[in-house]
């Protein structure tokens, strides 16, 4: 059982459409980020959200933590085909780091 | 953040023989993680890898098969030894910078192949 459950686990989308990505747990986590992984490459980091209810804005993609720090969601408005790729969000609690199951988002263009 | 350079990007490598995954980083850091991950899907802590010390390893992972060299603190190597085709993999290095939020900044990965 993963700690972290992202949901969809594939998705496919036209461009120029919005969606979300959901990333949920029972635990609760002192911070979380969210990475975006493109094929033959590492993840990279695209933001670290540390306060329950906090939003952060990148772009064209808003992240959102819960306000129990239990979840998070990233929205992605007018997807563009640059934005397909593998997204995985990953929490700190205690002193353990944990990825999320994994989303993978193919926008078609 | 830290730039992270892993090498071979990739490999097929015959069952039953070894392949050493290197790992440089240009910033010191205490600790250098390794990764595994099938493509598309999350991806697997291997072990910890600490300079002067031996690495810890996960639930499922032995030094016997994955040996870890850490011997400064910017370099580590990881071993895929004995290969099978379940090896087969990704696998990856990552260090964590708590720096500005950076979090964890990773090689761009080795993608194995055991025939």
């Known amino acids: 059982t993963q700690l972290l459950e992202q949901s969809p686990q594939f998705l496919s989308i036209q461009e120029g459409e919005n969606l979300t990505v959901y990333c949920n747990s029972s635990?609760?986590?002192?911070?979380l980020q969210w990475y975006r992984q493109e094929p033959g490459e590492g993840p990279v980091l695209l933001v670290t959200?540390?306060?329950?209810?906090e939003v952060k804005k990148l772009k064209r993609l808003t992240f959102q933590f819960g306000d129990a720090r239990k979840d998070s969601s990233l929205h992605i408005t007018a997807a563009q085909p640059g934005d397909t790729g593998l997204y995985l969000c990953?929490?700190?609690?205690?002193?353990?780091?944990?990825f999320g199951t994994g989303t993978s988002l193919t926008v078609i263009p | 953040s830290a730039v992270i350079s892993q090498k071979p990007s990739r490999d097929i490598c015959q069952r039953g023989t070894s392949l050493t995954i290197q790992c440089q980083v240009d910033?010191?850091?205490?600790?250098m993680f390794w990764y595994r991950q099938q493509p598309g899907q999350s991806l697997t802590l291997i072990a910890t890898?600490?300079?002067?010390?031996?690495?810890?390893?996960e639930s499922g992972f032995v030094i016997d098969k994955f040996p870890i060299s850490r011997p400064n603190l910017t370099f580590s190597t990881l071993t895929v030894s004995n290969m099978s085709p379940e090896d087969s993999s990704i696998y990856l290095c990552?260090?964590?910078?708590?720096?500005?939020?950076?979090?964890?900044?990773f090689g761009s990965g080795t993608r194995l192949t055991v025939v």
């Open positions: 959200v540390v306060t329950g209810g």
């Open positions: 990953a929490g700190v609690t205690g002193n353990q780091f944990y």
């Open positions: 890898a600490n300079q002067g010390s031996e690495a810890t390893y």
């Open positions: 635990s609760v986590f002192s911070s």
């Open positions: 910033s010191q850091v205490t600790m």
């Open positions: 990552s260090v964590y910078l708590e720096v500005d939020g950076y979090g964890y900044t």
